[in-house]
């Protein structure tokens, strides 16, 4: 848990999940993004897809283009392998993370290796700046061995898979941006699991954009006193502060806390593109009709 912040962050929207298909048919529910312009800045979506059911996740993800933005893949239980045009290809299983950035233009896969038992994970879209919208694709598989855990008062833990946190006097650091190369939005991404009860604090930069994510149980989000309840499968937006509270409920509570800073540029996107003009989409739609989305960037 980090120092007391007197400017504490509050719950100013709450996002519900909407259930939605996306790839050859894979059920999921999408919070960020699921409406157009429905996005946090850098943030475009964010997808939750959790099933039992193989009919829900066996189609996956076939063959599919992306250009001006980053995709991360959580994989919380089950086994994915990511295959692209560079040559690329990554088996991503419990607790693993992949990061890809798109940038010029990938060409990338999805796809389930099991027939049976629980999928269950997250996909993050992370908006790029103009000026990297058109760098080298790049790619990284994260195992779930690389990704630092740490206790929390009260028996919680946090797992950070990006940015830097302080936890009970330890500082923190996950393996994206805990470092070199710096990503130029500086993401913070943590996964807090929480016993009933149990609070859970942390200093976040102020004007960084932020937002949870409950995908199990609630919480209550904001400073002592002032408190705003934040129910499952929901994103809370957070006004801007130099930190966040947050309670969890009486059954406990599994969030993903994520915050970056914000690009301040349009934001057009059209399916798997994502640029700053209506021209650049044409023009990405052009170069991946005529085979130049995949050429080196």
Known sequence: MNEPNPNPRTLIQVIPSVPTSD????????????????????FLMLDEFYSDNPDDYLAGFPAHPHRGFETVTYMLDGHMRHEDHLGNRGDLGPGGVQWMTAAHGIIHSEMPQQTQGRMRGFQLWINLPAREKMKPAGYRDIPAGEIPQAGLPGSGTVKLIAGTLTVDGRSLSGPINGGEPRLSTDPLYADLHLPPGAEFATALAPGYNAFLYAYEGGAAVGPAGAEKPLPHRAAGVLSDGGAVRVVAGAQGARLLLLAARPIREPVVQYGPFVMNTREEIEQA?????????????
């Open 23 to 42: 790839g050859a048919g894979v059920q999921l529910r999408r919070s960020i993004g699921s409406q157009r312009g429905l996005y946090l800045d850098p």
């Open 285 to 297: 739609v052009a170069d991946y009709r005529d085979g130049r989305l995949a050429a080196a960037g």
